[in-house]
């Protein structure tokens, strides 16, 4: 069974940057889309960006185009969100997410529930 840890979150100023790591364990990381997720206080929880297993798939959410890049090291097990610009509606706890069904290896979803395995969140705030 996969499990997720996120890491990197913090209390950063607008316009500043931040790296949000995800170390996966157990599973096959290699061939595994990986995406971020966050939910804001009230909000629902929605796709930031994902990325496929051979890197040369990657999607972001329309407010986060341009100012985060979402990458991977399959050798660490590990997918990193690099979050530049930050803006004060960027604050959200932060979720890692594996969809582990590898026949949609190169195929980006959007959706939670094509992810079976989550971390435990990390929290991002950005204050004005």
């Known amino acids: 069974q996969v499990q997720l840890v996120e890491s990197g979150g913090g209390l950063v100023q607008a316009g500043d940057s931040l790296t949000l790591s995800c170390t996966a364990s157990?599973?096959?990381?290699?061939?595994?889309?990986m995406g971020w997720f966050r939910q804001a206080p009230g909000k629902e929880r929605e796709f930031v960006s994902g990325?496929?297993?051979?890197?040369?798939?990657?999607q972001y959410a329309g407010a986060v185009k341009g100012r985060f890049t979402i990458s991977r090291d399959n050798a660490k097990n590990t997918v990193y969100l690099q979050m530049n610009s930050l803006k004060p509606e960027d604050t959200a706890v932060y979720y890692c997410?594996?969809?582990?069904?590898?026949?949609?290896?190169?195929?980006?979803?959007?959706?939670?529930?094509?992810?079976?395995?989550w971390g435990q969140g990390t929290q991002v705030t950005v204050s004005s």
């Open positions: 157990g599973g096959s990381f290699s061939y595994y889309v």
């Open positions: 997410a594996a969809d582990t069904d590898y026949r949609r290896r190169t195929i980006v979803s959007t959706r939670e529930n094509f992810y079976a395995a």
């Open positions: 990325i496929a297993w051979n890197i040369g798939n990657r």
